[in-house]
């Protein structure tokens, strides 16, 4: 069982409507706890495509994709608040009109800070000081880095819009399904994607860069601008363009509808009277 495109837009809804209105204590927890499934599968990630022979060529993209997802999928089914899937959601709640740009903003604000807390501190002691990033994976960490950082601006503001509508997919996709192993495919597909298409996501970027900067391999002027744009293009591609889109489509465009309909079943008489 799952439910119907237009009833995914009034859960959407109500959903973002909860997230915005959770309490800072709440907010901040469950932020930390999705940043530090986002940090750990880039962890898994890294140690999977790094132990892997350079030989195997684009297969080594590909077990790496299939493993970052389980951030994600853990996220979704325990808890945790993240802010490209809060992009479809609260953006939703906002169009909808049950919470106001204010709600909208300072939940967009706690849960970027609170996620970064997470996935950098899964760099900084997980990553790092645990040394689980270092010795022989110190290279595909730094090349992991390097190829975040080396999109232009522009090129990492549309890479970003694509990542999102994939992410966001497979958050719609997880909130669709009424069962576990639903939730766990529509989460891992959309999400295996954008790994694969190499797009960009903030909060997995918040991790790589980090852990590629203590690694020696970045520098922090170039992680502040890669997030900026990153952020941005992950706002347009999951709140503009697919929350926007649904929103038109079975909000706006299918209300018109009933409108229409309702004047055409109009009476007839009572319409020739109002017209006298």
Request: with cysteine; charged share 10%; net charge positive.
């Amino acid at each position: 069982m799952s439910l119907s495109p237009k009833e995914l837009v009034d859960e959407a809804i109500k959903r973002g409507k909860a997230k915005a209105e959770y309490s800072t204590l709440t907010t901040a927890v469950l932020g930390i706890m999705a940043g530090v499934f986002i940090g750990l599968a880039g962890v898994a990630m890294i140690r999977t495509m790094g132990s892997m022979p350079a030989e195997w060529g684009t297969f080594v993209n590909l077990l790496g994709a299939l493993i970052f997802p389980f951030g994600l999928i853990c996220l979704l089914l325990v808890g945790g608040e993240l802010v490209t899937g809060n992009m479809l959601t609260v953006t939703m709640a906002l169009y909808g009109k049950v919470i106001t740009f204010q709600q909208w903003l300072r939940n967009m604000f706690l849960v970027t800070v609170f996620n970064f807390v997470g996935a950098a501190g899964v760099a900084v002691f997980f990553g790092y000081f645990s040394n689980t990033l270092q010795g022989a994976f110190v290279e595909r960490t730094i090349a992991v880095a390097m190829g975040r950082v080396a999109d232009a601006p522009l090129q990492a503001f549309l890479s970003g819009i694509a990542c999102n509508i994939l992410v966001c997919t497979g958050v719609y996709m997880n909130m669709a399904s009424k069962d576990f192993i639903g939730k766990i495919f529509g989460t891992l597909l959309p999400i295996t994607g954008f790994v694969i298409a190499g797009y960009q996501h903030v909060v997995a970027n918040m991790f790589l860069i980090m852990a590629g900067i203590l690694a020696g391999g970045v520098t922090w002027s170039q992680f502040a601008s890669n997030l900026l744009f990153v952020w941005l293009g992950n706002l347009v591609g999951g709140g503009a363009i697919l929350a926007g889109s649904y929103f038109l489509a079975f909000k706006v465009g299918m209300k018109q509808t009933t409108t229409t309909s309702n004047a055409v079943k109009k009476d007839p008489v009572e319409g020739i009277l109002e017209n006298e």
